[in-house]
Nanobody, 116 residues
Framework: QVQLVESGGGLVLAGGSLRLSCAAS????????LAWYRQTPGNQRDFVAQ???????YYADSVKGRFTVSTNYEFTSVYLQMDSLKVEDTATYYC??????????WGQGTQVTVSS
């Protein structure tokens, strides 16, 4: 099995920065895509950013130019550098690891709160 552990959330003023991390342990081979999603109470989980194995990162329009997704060399950890944060970025952020066979793993979620 795979376990994902997230860290790095917190409270920040608008315009500030945070860096989220998500590390996998267990059977960590053969991931195809690593991604970040976010969710606010009562709403669905929304896509934020993803990076495919040996591919190009892709971002939601709402974060493009402000957020940067990256991975470690082994493709077992994913990071989200969030700059120029806005109040509307406030959410619980989840990392997601995906395999071609359809297996999907989610982190426990980390809260990001941006105050004005």
């Amino acid at each position: 099995q795979v376990q994902l552990v997230e860290s790095g959330g917190g409270l920040v003023l608008a315009g500030g920065s945070l860096r989220l991390s998500c590390a996998a342990s267990g059977m960590v081979s053969s991931f195809n895509v690593l991604a970040w999603y976010r969710q606010t109470p009562g709403n669905q989980r929304d896509f934020v950013a993803q990076i495919p194995y040996q591919g190009t990162a892709y971002y939601a329009d709402s974060v493009k130019g402000r957020f940067t997704v990256s991975t470690n060399y082994e493709f077992t950890s994913v990071y989200l550098q969030m700059d120029s944060l806005k109040v509307e970025d406030t959410a619980t952020y989840y990392c997601g690891f995906f395999r071609l066979n359809g297996e999907t793993y989610w982190g426990q979620g980390t809260q990001v709160t941006v105050s004005s």
